[in-house]
């Protein structure tokens, strides 16, 4: 249950409920730390087993958030929520303008995005209560489909991985065993066709391969077990997370790591074996940032140029973390979050400052003398 000792321990700032049984919604929003800006993280939408798993679920990804929009150079926050349900049962208008209401309610402080089981829809509907939702159509002023940036994104951290490894920044002629043909792995594989990798696929969903092929033409395809065994530089995981775990760790034959998929890595020591092991990992929440980064470019007016731009910043950062890595002798995965803290740090150590405008904040009132 939530406690203020497991919101002390993790640093959450913030745990609402949000309940209408009109339209069956119950809602979790999870705040974990606004001190770079509003929080900014996704909503879920899934068939948990109990409240008490809902509960994990969102207090994890939302300091995960944290850690990825100030890692990312964001001036937000993290947050996430959850809607408990099965999302064939109680999608509905009304649940998402409730939602929608509830979320205007926090006057800014948490902003919304697509997630698991979320679609442009679903958001059209929050959207229609609350400005306090990224990820709305592009017809609306939005920014649209965020994959076409994820992919972009985890291109530039293989090129700073590549980079790293064989001091050349250009994936040509490496072969990259890429899990997953979906959005971003036929996205990010027809930009490493373009550049003249070589690569070899794996997807359960033999439609995904037949679109894959129409953009890859010379993609080799393995079957979703192999792709572990492929003799490949760089494993890009681009389809679920917890791949690179006891049984899979072994089998890799790579010298980097670099994909979209969420928490690539089961538990935190599989980052440290990959370590000792000589295999570059591009840190996961980094190098898949270019969705987050994308919705962010809506508080400013969005632009395919501005978003573009921003995307390819995780070239520079993903290089700075490789080198903070290595200077202090730790795991990537480590380094990214001595990165991230260190930005938040500092952030919060300039606001310390008195701005001045107390003026304005009591028109109309007298002093006393
Ligand atoms: P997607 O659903 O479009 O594609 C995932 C693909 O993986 C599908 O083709 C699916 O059939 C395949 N797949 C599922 N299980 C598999 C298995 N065991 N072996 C091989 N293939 C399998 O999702 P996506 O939008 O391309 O996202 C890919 C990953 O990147 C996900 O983990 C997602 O959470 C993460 N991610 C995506 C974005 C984004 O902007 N789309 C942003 C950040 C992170």
Redesign the pocket.
Known sequence: MVSFDRLYKDGHEEVIFFSDPSCGLKAIVAIHNTTLGPALGGTRMWNYASEEEALDDVLRLSKGMTYKNAVSGLNLGGGKAVIIGDPKEIKSEALFRSYGRFLESLNGRYITAEDVNIGVEDVEHIFTETNNVVGVAEIHGGSGN??PY?ARGVFRGMEAACMKVWGDRSPKGKVVAL???????RHLGEMLYKEGAKVVV????QS?IDLFLEKVPNAQVVG?DEIYDVDCDIYSP????ATINDDTIDRLKCKVVAG???NQLKEDRHGDILKEKGILYAPDYLI?A??VMNVSIEFEGWSAEKATRMVDTIYDTSLEIFNVSESENVAVYKATNIVAEKRIEAIKNIKGKYLGNLGHRFPGRKTRR
């Open positions: 965020p994959s994820t899990q997953g043909a979906g959005s971003v792995g794996c997807d359960i969903s995904n979703v681009c389809a679920l997370g979209a998929a969420n898949n270019g969705g």
